[in-house]
């Protein structure tokens, strides 16, 4: 009986040491607040905003060339042989759809420019988390700024270890969870 008992004890000595063994190391970190707090986002965000504006520019200067031959057209229309005034009005037409075709390619030309400029400032993010995880023993790191937590244990932030990493100054007042 007492050979049962301790190999029972033993049992789950081991059982209870496996499960210590394997715990995993745990930390979060708000990506986001990481990213906004990059000089690199910095100059990526004045880099997409200076290429809106150009786009913007090109779509105002169609917009004022259409606005002012529109204006040129009711004025002289009355003067007009029919023939005339319908292949102005097609010119119109022609220029008004261009407006928009312009329009929705400069959408998705600025999507595709602001992911690329973005995609650097993050992959030195994600090199210099998995750098801090490697070197202070991490299995894994959460990202809270993705809302994808929906419940954890009371974990390491290290959002300030990363941002020595990437030699960056706290500011002032450090952003919230």
């Known amino acids: 009986m007492k050979n049962i008992l301790k190999i029972a004890v033993v049992g789950v000595a081991l ?4 499960f210590t063994a394997s715990a995993q190391k745990v930390a979060h970190i708000n990506l986001d607040s990481l990213i906004t707090l990059m000089p690199e986002s910095k100059l990526a965000q004045q880099a997409v905003q200076d290429y809106a504006k150009q786009l913007e520019q090109q779509i105002t200067t169609m917009q004022t060339e ?6 040129a057209f009711m004025k002289d229309k009355p003067n007009l042989a029919p023939i005339v005034a319908e292949s102005r009005e097609k010119e119109l037409n022609d220029l008004n759809q261009r407006i928009t075709d312009f329009q929705q390619q400069a959408q998705a030309d600025y999507q595709k420019k602001s992911a690329e400029l973005s995609k650097p400032v993050y992959e030195k993010a994600k090199k210099a988390i ?10 894994y790191v959460l990202d809270t700024s993705t809302g994808l937590v929906i419940y954890s244990e009371p974990t390491e932030d290290i959002i300030a270890p990363v941002m020595k990493k990437l030699g960056i100054t706290a500011p002032a007042t450090a952003p919230k969870k």
């Open 15 to 18: 059982v209870i040491s496996s």
């Open 130 to 139: 998995d750098q801090v995880a490697k070197e202070t023993g991490y299995k």
């Open 66 to 71: 259409l606005q002012t031959k529109y204006e």
